[in-house]
């Protein structure tokens, strides 16, 4: 790996009784690397997320997050130390507006006669700056998120995690919902978001997108790592054989 890494796993395991979801899994993640997780159903993706995001122990294995041994035993520790997972659902409060969301828990306030208000001119400006360093439109951030698109919505998700120190993000799915336009906007999203040195990892049924985005592919099959390749050394059909088990790490461009 050329980029400095942010993100090691070291022979991750977990076992559930007589099951081995995972058989030790080793890969890393760069800082500014987008990384695409690809995999059948059942392959091991979800509960390797799960394990990164303090969702799931692992049975063994370890992990070092900025050169130092780490691991979160719940989501609150991951979110402590800067990894989010976007889900499809999303983590918005959509009865809210756009500015209230971006700082939920995190409210900035003046003082009025000595007594505490919410500063909305200030929250405002930031939100505002924030979406337009992005290229994200959206028309008033006094709107109701449940009036918003789903791309809107994974856009804001995302810029609430880069301006609060986000270091590494774990998108699953992200676009399942979404149409064409939205999901290349998401795209784009995603390619600004490691512009800024974070991390991601998306996981992705959908080939294509993957090869857009990604810098390099890991493909998990049966628990193990069956391919961790650039994305610019391999295609479409050599991807698809590492996840249909036909070859294993390393294959190059289908001839």
């Known amino acids: 790996m050329t980029r400095e890494p942010l993100l090691v796993l070291d022979n991750i395991t977990k076992k559930y009784g007589a099951i081995e979801a995972l058989k030790g899994i080793s890969f890393a993640i760069g800082k500014g690397e987008v990384v695409a997780l690809l995999g059948d159903n059942g392959a091991g993706k979800s509960t390797l997320v ?4 303090g969702g799931l122990e692992p049975t063994s294995g370890r992990m070092l997050f900025e050169g130092r041994e780490f691991l979160a035993r719940t989501p609150s520790e991951a979110k402590a130390a800067g990894i989010e997972t976007v889900y499809q659902d999303l983590s918005l409060a959509t009865n809210v507006d756009v500015v209230a969301n971006f700082f939920m828990g995190r409210e900035l306030t003046r003082r009025v006669f000595g007594v505490p208000v919410l500063d909305e001119k200030a929250m405002e400006a930031v939100v505002a700056a924030a979406l337009a360093s992005a290229g994200t439109r959206i028309p008033s951030l006094r709107t109701r998120v449940e009036h918003l ?3 809107q919505r994974q856009a804001i998700e995302l810029n ?3 301006h609060w120190g986000g270091k590494l993000v774990l998108l699953d799915e992200p676009f399942a919902a979404l149409g064409v336009e939205q999901t290349r906007r998401g795209l ?4 600004h978001v490691a512009s800024q040195g974070i991390g991601v990892v998306i996981i992705t049924h959908i080939m294509q997108q993957a090869f857009q985005v990604a810098d390099r ?8 790592v069956a391919g961790d390749v650039d994305s610019s050394q391999t295609s479409p059909d050599a991807v698809v054989r590492m996840i249909t088990g036909e070859t294993l790490a390393g294959a190059g461009p289908a001839g």
């Open 50 to 53: 799960k394990i990164i995001a």
């Open 188 to 191: 784009d999203m995603i390619k």
């Open 160 to 162: 609430r995690f880069v």
């Open 149 to 151: 698109s789903g791309g």
């Open 217 to 224: 592919i890991v493909v998990i099959r049966q628990g193990v």
